[in-house]
């Protein structure tokens, strides 16, 4: 049983670029989580999705980011011109639960994005 | 706003000893929380969580105790080995919040011979 999957595993772009970061959930998972860590601090929620909707942006920047889960295929985080704040570790998380109640979230090993 | 505090960055314990680890929380919303181990270019791994509703969860060598009235949770793992070294995360989900988890800084256990 294959865990949570993440491509590219690193990813470099220059600056005004964009970033597509994908992911595929667990088999049996139909909820994906986005988190995003900067260097030396602890993950920090984006975003929650289930497949074909946005249930919790909450955490997404306002500008240049967005998320999709599509119906086929994996989920999708898009960073649209990015700047060297934009550098940070990317992590997906899959769960079978989601909004039917608490449990663990299973982590993909993450895309490091480096903006130069 | 930090939600959820580790405030030890680091802690170092001999193989064999117990390694307790510590977490606090603000948010009285939280009902379950949660411990990760994360390794060096490696997605967080989950280890033990504990609902709101009890104070101790046990699983083999990894301990969690829940202290509500403190905010406080804490991780013992007994005894500790050369290969439980890694940054360990608190998280936290709130009721309501479908399960987004909301971490600490981290805390990186040395585990030393």
């Known amino acids: 049983n294959a865990g949570v999957m993440q491509n590219p595993r690193h990813l470099v772009r220059r600056r005004g670029q964009e970033a597509r970061l994908r992911c595929s959930p667990m088999?049996?998972?139909?909820?994906v989580y986005w988190y995003r860590q900067l260097p030396e601090e602890g993950l920090k929620f984006m975003v929650y999705?289930?497949?074909?909707?946005?249930?919790?942006e909450s955490g997404m920047p306002k500008e240049r980011f967005s998320a999709e889960f599509p119906k086929e295929g994996p989920s999708i985080l898009r960073i649209q011109q990015v700047v060297r704040g934009d550098s940070a570790a990317y992590f997906c998380?899959?769960?079978?639960?989601?909004?039917?109640?608490?449990?663990?979230?299973?982590f993909g090993p993450g895309t490091r994005l480096t903006v130069t | 706003d930090q939600q959820v505090k580790q405030n030890s960055p680091s802690l170092s314990v001999q193989e064999g000893r117990i390694s307790i680890l510590n977490c606090d929380y603000t948010?009285?919303?939280?009902?379950?929380f949660l411990w990760y181990k994360k390794y060096p270019a490696e997605g967080p791994t989950f280890l033990i969580s504990?609902?709101?509703?009890?104070d101790k969860n046990e699983d083999g060598r990894f301990t969690v105790f829940l202290n509500k009235s403190a905010k406080h949770l804490s991780l013992h793992i007994v005894p500790s080995q050369p290969g439980d070294s890694a940054v360990y995360f608190c998280?936290?989900?709130?009721?309501?919040?479908?399960?987004?988890?909301?971490f600490g800084t981290g805390t990186r256990l040395q585990v030393t011979l």
């Open positions: 088999k049996g998972h139909s909820h």
């Open positions: 999705l289930q497949k074909e909707n946005i249930i919790d």
């Open positions: 504990i609902s709101s509703i009890k």
């Open positions: 998380a899959s769960s079978p639960l989601g909004l039917a109640g608490a449990g663990e979230q299973y």
């Open positions: 998280a936290a989900s709130a009721v309501g919040t479908a399960s987004k988890l909301t």
């Open positions: 948010n009285s919303m939280f009902d379950y």
